[in-house]
């Protein structure tokens, strides 16, 4: 019994890492430009709306709808910053706020009595997130676009003295983020659920954001703080499972309304406890004159 709880248990908490690794990684790119990303939950949401709604039609056409999503999404949240000079939180929670409204809206419309699809196999999406953080570590560090996307999040103006523009990384970046985003939400809808509910991202996005500043902006520190956040989702998942009892000082500590706290609870003290420490790139949330 004890194996195979723990045998769960690991299992679990590979599988709820993955959204939060992907949209992680996007929040990596994002920020290492220098484009600070709460977008990452509403990307979450449009991805597992567009991914379930097309994947009704066909699971490739859901997988491009998926990615085109992401694509326009992170090209309007780097017009917002970058052209119309927007303030990137307030850009992010307005992205945030108008997908949730809108995915719940539709979805209403569309499928007010749910659906089921066959989607992908999770174990796809594990390999991409086992995968994607080791790619992004080498592109950031070995390639020209890597090592051009990092100078205009240290020091734009630098960057440009040496020729380069920042806006180009930055759109290119921040593209790339609602790319991973949105696969993120793919995943929830497509290879884990099946189908689409409402607000079904529940914080994840914030989480994997969580993650890249609890990684330090690093590629596989993020990827290690997401399987952290994973691990207490998932662990949560199997105390209710398995039912679980433990009553002290009059309360029920492991009431489902409690545990559900548990991965929100456990990313407020992972942040606390980097407080001071965890230093970002240096240009980030930094207007340009």
């Known amino acids: 019994m004890g194996n195979s709880w723990l045998i769960a248990l690991v299992t679990s908490t590979l599988f709820s890492a993955v959204p939060l ?3 992680a990684m996007g929040g990596v790119l994002s920020e290492r430009s220098g484009v600070v990303n709460i977008a990452l939950e509403g990307f979450m949401l449009a991805g597992a709306f567009v991914g379930f709604y097309f994947g009704l039609h066909s699971v490739p056409m859901g997988i491009f709808a998926v990615l085109i999503t ?3 999404l992170g090209l309007l949240h780097a017009f917002f910053t970058q052209k119309a000079r927007m303030n990137p939180v307030v850009s992010g929670l307005g992205l945030n706020l108008l997908l949730a409204g809108a995915t719940r809206y539709l979805a209403l419309r569309l499928f007010p009595e749910g659906g089921h ?9 594990l390999g991409l997130a086992i995968l994607l953080p080791f790619l992004l570590l080498f592109t950031l560090n070995q390639t020209k676009f890597g090592l051009r996307l990092r100078a205009v999040g240290e020091n734009p103006e630098s960057a440009r003295m040496a020729g380069i523009a920042p806006h180009p990384p930055r759109y290119w970046a921040v593209m ?60 949560q998942t199997q105390l209710q499972i398995n039912q679980y009892h433990l009553n002290a000082l ?22 606390v406890s980097v407080i001071g420490r965890a230093t970002p790139p240096a240009a980030l949330s930094i207007e340009e004159d």
């Open 70 to 72: 992401g694509a326009i």
């Open 250 to 271: 009059g309360i029920e500590w492991t009431s489902p309304f409690l545990l559900d706290c548990l991965p929100y609870l456990m990313t407020l003290l992972a942040l």
């Open 21 to 23: 690794v992907l949209a």
């Open 176 to 235: 790339l983020s609602g790319i991973c985003g949105t696969t993120a939400g793919a995943y929830l809808s497509m290879a884990d659920a099946h189908t689409f509910t409402s607000d079904m991202s529940a914080g994840k996005g914030y989480v994997a954001l969580a993650a890249v500043i609890f990684g330090k902006w690093n590629p596989l520190g993020a990827a290690g703080g997401a399987l952290f956040f994973g691990f207490f989702y998932a662990l």
């Open 117 to 125: 699809i066959d989607g992908l196999s999770p174990n796809l999406f």
